[in-house]
């Protein structure tokens, strides 16, 4: 059974793992590599400084970088394994309303196709509520049949299809 826990240096060798299994340069969605950019993760103190990282995001008496927002990052593990990982923006800027939405989310390749997404995206919107939240943005590739349907699967409503910088972007509310 899947669980949401903080990330943790622990799982650095499962998460590389993981990452091995993506194609080299691949966007993961929700999983705050954008907050390492050519970091070395390998190097423990490096991983274990951006899972610092990750987890002061979601501090809003911190000073973010430049069109970042606050965010609560997950990662979603099973037998203390890395499965994948989801994030909850507190709030949205342009962009994000644009093409990212609040939550972001992606799935170790290895674990798709078992409803972990679903359940995960399930699972933080309640916290979405906690924040104050009474909807949530959730986007997704406009051909990820897999993921539309996690989004529908959780009360996603579509608002519409776009051309964004990203591409074609579904763009879904999920009141919670």
């Known amino acids: 059974m899947p669980e949401l ?21 691949a966007h993961q969605d929700g999983a705050g590599l954008r907050l390492a950019p050519g970091a070395d993760l390998e190097r423990p103190e490096v991983f274990s400084a951006w899972v610092d990282t990750l987890i002061q995001q979601s501090d809003r008496s911190a000073v973010l970088g430049e069109e970042r927002v606050h965010a609560t990052h997950w990662w979603i593990v099973e037998d203390d394994s890395y499965v994948g990982a989801i994030d909850l923006r507190h709030y949205l800027n342009a962009v994000l309303l644009d093409l990212g939405g609040h939550i972001g989310y992606s799935i170790r390749p290895s674990f798709r196709r078992r409803g972990i997404a679903t359940w995960a995206l399930g699972a933080v919107l309640p916290e979405a509520r906690t924040l104050g939240l009474d909807r949530v943005l959730v986007t997704c590739d406009d051909d990820n049949i897999g993921s539309a349907r996690s989004i529908e699967c959780n009360g996603g409503v579509l608002e519409d299809v776009r051309t964004t910088s990203a591409g074609r972007k579904r763009r879904y509310w999920i009141a919670v």
């Open 5 to 25: 826990i903080a990330p943790t240096a622990h799982l650095q060798s499962s998460w590389l793992a993981a990452r091995d299994e993506w194609s080299p340069g």
